[in-house]
């Protein structure tokens, strides 16, 4: 919940400074103006939101993010110019939901009303946001497939039809966590660490979130507690090693889990206490590509929605009029181009 109210006060602070965005206008869509301004904000409020996933922004990033923002903003305008001519209103029960979900966020109202005041909003504002977005995702909605879950079938067609692609070997790769052992420490102590590992699995574990994502927690949590000095910078991450080349205790430890499950802590070398998740399994077998797979499928399936949405939007275009009027805040692919 904590990423989900962080990009949507990203999202609602960059929408407030829109309301009083100045300079000229870089683009018009059906006679409503989109300043260099309102550009240059959604673009510097999406790079924020990279930065706060720990994401660096090169000079060639920020173009591309400039792009972005230029079609998000013209998408806004051709969606809202659509749902004024279909004369559609927002549920106010969906609405009051919405926010009373969002409200939640916050320790009190009075947090909540700061938070606003800090984009120079209302408490109208933030309802007519809210009131877009939903009219918004409503009417996509109708017209665009949203992104389904891959189903079994269609996991195991894939695997049938790429399983020739892959490499068959003992490899494989993972998340190691280790805590040093101290000289002369005792068995308790080191019984602690062993305990201290596991709740960390049980948290990662309770989590109810996909594999990829599963995986992505604990390389994070690996950065943040692992005492490896390598850990800070790859989290952890061991990529495709025969097992047995780190040892007995190491290999007796991975060598069954299935891709996904991570092992009991166990001491290694006699210097250090590791917990290790499987991430990649080459046995050729479907169970251990199948994470991939699904991670594949949504991809395909992300982007047949964008195309989708983009034919859409292109569609709208031909109904209300986009001007670019500067080139530099004219993308490659322009809605409407």
């Not at 904590?2 to 869509?29: E, H, T």
């Not at 009303?113 to 007519?128: H, I, N, V, Y």
């Not at 952890?236 to 299935?258: D, V």
């Amino acid at each position: 919940m904590k990423i989900i109210s962080l990009v949507f006060l990203f999202a609602f602070s960059a929408y407030a400074q829109l309301l009083s965005g100045g300079n000229f206008d870089v683009i018009r869509v059906n006679n409503v103006g989109i300043s260099q301004g309102k550009v240059d904000s959604v673009a510097n409020t999406l790079k924020q939101l990279a930065q706060a996933q720990g994401q660096s922004v090169s000079a060639d990033g920020m173009i591309q993010l400039r792009w972005i923002a230029v079609n998000q903003l013209v998408g806004q305008e051709l969606v809202k110019a659509e749902i004024t001519k279909q004369g559609l209103k927002a549920d106010a029960k969906k609405v009051d939901s919405l926010i009373a979900v969002f409200k939640k966020q916050f320790p009190n109202e009075a947090a909540f009303k700061q938070e606003l005041k800090k984009t120079g909003s209302t408490d109208a504002d933030f309802r007519k946001y809210i009131e877009t977005q939903l009219l918004a995702d409503q009417l996509l909605e109708k017209k665009i497939q949203g992104s389904k879950e891959p189903t079994a079938k269609e996991k195991k067609d894939y695997w049938e039809k790429h399983k020739n692609e892959a490499i068959v070997s003992d490899t494989i790769g993972g998340i190691k966590i280790v805590l040093n052992i101290a000289k002369g420490e005792n068995a308790q102590a080191i019984q602690d660490k062993k305990d201290l590992l596991k709740g960390y699995a049980a948290q990662a574990r309770m989590a109810k979130v996909s594999l990829m994502a599963l995986m992505e927690q604990f390389a994070m949590m690996a950065a943040r507690i692992s005492e490896d000095p390598n850990a800070k910078k790859d989290g952890g991450i061991m990529k495709k090693f025969l097992p047995k080349t780190q040892g007995n205790e190491f290999a007796n430890a991975a060598k069954n889990l299935k891709v996904g499950q991570i092992s009991e802590p166990f001491v290694q070398d006699g210097n250090k206490v590791v917990m290790f998740m499987l991430t990649e399994k080459n046995d050729g077998k479907f169970e251990s590509y199948e994470h991939e797979i699904d991670y594949i499928l949504r991809l395909e399936a992300e982007r047949s929605r964008q195309i989708a949405t983009k034919n859409y939007l292109d569609q709208l275009a031909k109904s209300y009029k986009v001007q670019y009027l500067n080139k530099d805040y004219t993308p490659p692919e322009a809605i409407g181009q």
